[in-house]
């Protein structure tokens, strides 16, 4: 009892003497973290962090500028693409993401461990899977019509979505292979090119959307094909990169036979992954597709499609923050130094705040003016200020699980994650989602009410999961899955 009183009262000179060591020799403080510390661990997050956003919201603007294109050609064009594009997220785009998330634990704890020529491996290894993987997903989309009207969705909007996913069947192919080149380049910290390569892409997606949906009277089906157009050059941009910089000469060296081996080892974490993000992008994707089954459902649809993507839109910066998270705590992890992932968790948890208060503030005060980027029709824009504040509080909360899913990512916690998620979104999100529309009469707005509930239940399961963790001993995990690979630590 004295000892611990002796140690309460001890100056900071006397505690930075007496600093216990954690895994690997690293020095640490059990009571709390110096200043500087602090500043040099904020200083980290942020050169990876802002970029990151960029890149998130850049890549998803592609998506977020086809829509703006179509919903000036009309309510059913507008209706169509966006099914369309929810459509494309369930079936294929949050599955590639969610296989390629696997990299980020992978990439990320293979550089913190010093084993650069594993990074090569890895991605090749996932690109390969995630390029098969494409081509059962193209046949779903072929079908998508067919699908949409099995489901009861409205005829003429299912024909529409139909036609833009056929055209959009390129960009599935070029989606994967930039979620794999993504968490290569973001696991090594080299952000600033990324975000380069992504602005130009989204500079040209604009010219090209014009040129095929105006230009060409393409209508819909341009703006698929300008998806399509535009997502293969970004790729393009990225491997150009990788193959001639010689920042990326350790960590890749070339195309390696070793990317046909354990190719189930990577299985084993690249499913829970997809598991994990699919049950998350499946639940907001639903809303939209239960819309449909709403009175009124051209109405219903177009205005939470665009709720959904304006969510989605808010979503790439906490994607930002989460893939900043992910890679620091995977490279602290990989490296031994488990209190300085847990320095991170505690410093970008703060930031998350911060930026979910301040983009909730932002969502509100332009509620009136928002809908006026996506449709002429005052209905949908009226409809649209009023769903605004919900928003406001899901992006709060999306933004904070977001984070928190980050670092688990980093740790490689997919697997718990994906019960975390099956249970906030299908036991609770989507009960009360039908619920709040369909018995309590409440409409596309009771629908988004559901998702809130969901995901207050993900962030308090999140937030106890951090309280609980031991870091010492996913360090000990980390350096062990790095050691799997048959490569011993440098």
Same mark, same amino acid.
């Given at each position: ?196 390569? !992504?602005?130009?892409? *989204? $500079? ?5 959307? =014009? %040129?095929? #949906?105006?230009? /060409?009277?393409?209508? !819909?089906?341009?703006? *698929? $094909? ?5 997502? =293969? %050059?970004? #790729?393009?941009? /990225? ?252």
């Amino acid at each position: 009892m004295e000892e611990d009183q002796i140690s309460v009262l001890q100056s900071p000179l006397v505690l930075n003497q007496e600093r216990s060591h954690g895994f690997s020799g690293e020095v640490h403080q059990q009571e709390g973290y110096y200043r500087e510390e602090v500043v040099e661990e904020v200083k980290k997050q942020l050169g990876l962090a802002l970029p990151l956003i960029a890149v998130s919201l850049l890549q998803y603007s592609l998506q977020v500028i086809s829509i703006m294109f179509v919903g000036h050609l009309g309510e059913l064009p507008l209706s169509g693409a966006s099914m369309a594009t929810s459509f494309a997220s369930v079936t294929g785009f949050s599955v590639l993401l969610g296989m390629g998330s696997a990299l980020e634990t992978l990439c990320g704890q293979a550089y913190g461990a010093k084993q650069y020529h594993m990074l090569g491996v890895y991605t090749q290894r996932a690109m390969l899977i995630l390029t098969v993987l494409s081509i059962p997903l193209a046949f779903i989309w072929f079908y998508t019509s067919t699908i949409l009207i099995s489901l009861g969705q409205d005829h003429e909007i299912s024909i529409e979505a139909g036609k833009f996913n056929r055209w959009m069947i390129p960009s599935l192919f070029a989606y994967g292979l930039l979620q794999c080149l993504n968490r290569f380049l973001q696991t090594q910290n080299i952000v600033i090119p990324m975000m380069i390569s !992504s602005g130009i892409t *989204a $500079l040209f997606h604009i010219f090209v959307c =014009w %040129v095929l #949906v105006f230009g /060409f009277g393409l209508g !819909s089906k341009g703006a *698929a $094909l300008a998806n399509a157009i535009s997502n =293969w %050059v970004n #790729v393009i941009f /990225f491997m150009a990169y990788v193959k001639f910089s010689p920042i990326c000469m350790k960590t890749w060296t070339g195309f390696s036979e070793e990317a046909y081996h354990e190719v189930l080892s990577f299985l084993k974490l690249a499913i829970p992954s997809a598991i994990m993000i699919c049950l998350e992008y499946w639940s907001f994707e639903m809303v939209v597709l239960l819309s449909g089954l709403l009175p009124n459902p051209k109405l219903e649809t177009s205005v939470l499609s665009i709720s959904l993507n304006t969510c989605w839109m808010v979503y790439m910066i906490s994607v930002g923050l989460g893939g900043a998270i992910s890679t620091r705590v995977s490279n602290e992890l990989g490296g031994g130094h488990p209190q300085s992932a847990r320095l991170a968790v505690c410093v970008m948890t703060i930031v998350a705040i911060s930026e979910g208060a301040i983009v909730a503030a932002i969502t509100i005060a332009f509620r009136h003016l928002w809908g006026r980027l996506y449709s002429n029709e005052e209905e949908v824009i009226t409809y649209v200020a009023k769903m605004m504040p919900l928003l406001a509080l899901s992006d709060f909360l999306d933004g904070f699980q977001c984070v928190l899913s980050g670092a688990a990512r980093g740790c490689g916690w997919q697997n718990l994650c994906a019960f975390i998620n099956l249970g906030a979104y299908y036991v609770v999100a989507i009960p009360c989602a039908v619920l709040f529309a369909f018995f309590f009469h409440i409409g596309g707005m009771g629908l988004w009410m559901g998702i809130i509930c969901g995901l207050c239940v993900q962030v308090v399961a999140l937030i106890t999961i951090n309280l609980c963790t031991n870091w010492d001993t996913e360090a000990r995990k980390a350096v062990n899955r790095v050691q799997k690979t048959g490569v011993l630590i440098e």
